[in-house]
């Protein structure tokens, strides 16, 4: 039982004590006759909250950035009229913040055995699971005197997904694809390609393409075309240990490794080549195989929709072994990592070798802008020390992707806008070079 503000505002305005009673109170304080008798059938006359009924329907996912609607209908099987106000709580990372009060209370009225619904939108600001929380009713009489409160479980999950930003650069991606694949363009010539035809040699064409047999047998000099392979296998390893946490433009630099993983995913899949996924730091965090290419881009978002960086070391012989026996024949092994000296010095180039003497390998790292903007920095003491650092800081940088390169692995350095279309760009240049 509650006391209104407008039983308390009556009190006040006449100056009159008022009946309360609360099982916890050992007895009445103050008796004001009318006002007590108006409180009591005020709350007799309120719709009874745990009786309700309630079931929730509606998005089980959204992006990250997009709204997701969840209705709750709320049944009244009681006699009496459903005066309420509701208030339907989510994890606060479930608005933006300052919209959490607005969106998620509710006025409704229910009558006697009939339903109504409310909906509650939610605009999440992280990814990952958000689950509902608890369904607080206050029911009020037709006076709005005194009023019912009570609370409801009702369960119900929303997954966000990641936001995917990069698809935008899909289809220029595409057409480059649709190029090298020679459904637009001549197609190429390349070590590990297939052959395709011929036709006609015109100028400008590698001499080294030519096919001197056919060429005797006709009055024109002919030219073999090829088409890259297909089917081959892309493995995306992500490292989430520690180094992936940093923040970078105000995100974790894990995010940004996500969206270039997904890039690549959607590009290799439309390739024909099959892609899987492995998240890893001392154990496996997430692991995706054996999708067809239909299936294979909605079961990495779901993967990658709850995994976050993790504050532990990463385990590189760890990782290594446990790409191995996912990749077991030659593939393109995509490694989203970090390019700290100290991790790949330590523990990425002593067992690098094991990956490099069967597979191509492939390092993408998400680069800080504000280390190049600290560059340029002029003009007093601290400017320039910052320059300084900043040289330094790159300077290493450089010289451990050198020492990757040594080892024959493809290094892509980028800042979080520009990472995952220079990864597919490194792609399609392995492709275009017959290395997959």
Not at 58 to 65: K, Q
Not at 115 to 132: I, K, N, Q, S, Y
Request: aromatic letters at 4%; proline letters at 7%; charged letters at 25%.
């Amino acid at each position: 039982m509650a006391l209104t503000g407008r039983a308390a505002l009556l009190a006040a305005l006449g100056s009159l004590p008022v009946g309360i009673w609360d099982p916890g109170w050992t007895g009445i304080l103050a008796v004001n006759a009318p006002l007590a008798v108006a409180c009591a059938c005020d709350y007799a006359l309120a719709a009874p909250v745990r009786r309700l009924g309630l079931t929730r329907s509606g998005d089980t996912s959204v992006r990250l950035g997009d709204s997701a609607d969840v209705t709750l209908t709320v049944t009244n099987p009681s006699r009496r009229p459903l005066r309420a106000r509701l208030r339907d709580a989510w994890p606060p990372s479930s608005w933006q913040p300052g919209t959490e009060t607005a969106a998620s209370r509710h006025r409704l009225t229910v009558p006697p055995g009939e339903r109504r619904r409310v909906t509650t939108r939610l605009r999440p600001t992280r990814r990952g699971d958000r689950e509902a929380d608890r369904v607080t009713i206050r029911s009020y009489g037709p006076l709005g005197l005194f009023a019912r409160q009570g609370t409801h479980k009702v369960p119900w999950t929303v997954r966000v997904l990641p936001p995917f930003a990069s698809r935008k650069h899909l289809p220029s991606k595409l057409a480059r694809l649709r190029e090298l694949d020679g459904r637009t363009s001549v197609l190429i010539r390349g070590e590990g390609t297939e052959f395709d035809s011929l036709r006609e040699y015109v100028p400008g064409d590698d001499t080294r393409s030519i096919d001197w047999r056919a060429t005797a047998r006709q009055s024109t000099v002919a030219v073999r075309t090829w088409r890259p392979e297909r089917d081959r296998h892309i493995l995306l390893v992500l490292d989430t240990g520690r180094t992936s946490a940093g923040r970078v433009d105000d995100a974790p630099r894990l995010d940004a490794s996500l969206d270039a993983a997904l890039l690549l995913a959607a590009l290799a899949s439309r390739a024909g080549d099959r892609v899987d996924l492995l998240a890893y730091d001392r154990r496996v965090r997430a692991l995706v195989q054996g999708r067809s290419a239909k299936d294979v881009l909605p079961s990495l978002v779901d993967a990658l929709a709850t995994l976050e960086p993790e504050l532990v070391e990463t385990d590189a012989r760890g990782l290594t072994a446990t790409a191995l026996r996912t990749a077991p024949r030659r593939s393109l092994i995509v490694l989203l990592t970090s390019l700290d000296a100290a991790p790949v010095e330590e523990g990425l180039l002593p067992v690098l070798p094991q990956l490099t003497q069967r597979h191509t390998v492939l390092v993408a790292s998400v680069a800080d802008p504000l280390v190049a903007r600290m560059a340029t920095s002029r003009g007093n003491v601290d400017a320039v020390y910052e320059a300084a650092a900043s040289a330094q800081a790159q300077t290493e940088r450089h010289r451990t992707a050198e020492q990757l390169r040594r080892h024959g692995v493809t290094v892509v350095d980028a800042t979080p806008d520009d990472l995952a279309p220079a990864l597919a760009d490194a792609y399609l240049a392995l492709k275009t070079a017959g290395r997959l």
